[in-house]
């Protein structure tokens, strides 16, 4: 199975292209086509020559999925279910206020932490989301361009999957991914230790305790 460009660090990408032998300048033109224009097809990233699309298609494809369903309430408010690399399908919800739109993303398929508030406690655990699906649930939503603010208050504790959404996180905030401020994403957690020290030593965006 080819590995997903589509959540990739800068860092990564660097890795990816300087492994196929490209110029350095490569990793960001990547980049660009993934996180600024958003292309889902290795063959539209045309600054990259037809043989280095070829190079890079062998082994990766630009990765995401599209949704499965979505339902709109009567505030506006839109659900979206996404299928996962484990074959569990996960939530993600859209809720727009004034100028503001707000996109809460999974980041596991169940969750392990069995919270009886929670009803995706209720369903035991399925498995993690790469940083890939994570970012997939964001660009593929109908609102994707006027979403301002994103919260990883969806499916899963986020803590308990910490490498990939830390992984997100930077695509989100780095100058070669989205370009967001940190103050734009929130974690919201039960609180899970040592993963909390660490988020919170490695990571500007703003935190949120579910109590």
Excluded at 14 to 29: D, H, K, N, V, Y
Excluded at 126 to 152: C, P
């Amino acid at each position: 199975m080819k590995k997903w460009l589509l959540g990739m660090t800068p860092d990564q990408l660097r890795e990816i292209a300087s492994g196929l032998s490209f110029p350095s300048f490569a990793a960001g033109q990547i980049a660009g086509w993934l996180y600024k224009k958003r292309v889902d097809d290795i063959s539209l990233m045309t600054s990259l020559s037809l043989k280095q699309r070829e190079q890079l298609g062998e082994k990766y494809t630009a990765g995401g999925f599209k949704p499965l369903e979505v339902t709109v309430s009567k505030d506006g408010t839109a659900k979206y279910l996404f299928p996962s690399l484990c074959g569990w399908p996960v939530e993600s919800v859209v809720i727009p206020d004034g100028e503001r739109t707000t996109i809460c993303v999974s980041s596991q398929a169940g969750c392990k932490m069995g919270c009886r508030f929670c009803m995706t406690g209720r369903m035991g655990f399925m498995g993690n989301l790469t940083a890939g699906e994570i970012i997939s649930q964001i660009i593929n939503v109908k609102e994707s361009e006027s979403i301002t603010n994103a919260v990883f208050m969806g499916m899963g504790e986020p803590l308990d999957n910490l490498s990939e959404v830390l992984s997100a996180m930077e695509v989100l905030t780095s100058d070669r991914g989205f370009g967001w401020s940190p103050k734009r994403v929130t974690l919201s957690t039960i609180g899970v230790f040592p993963a909390l020290r660490e988020f919170m030593e490695r990571s500007r965006c703003h935190l949120a305790i579910s109590m």
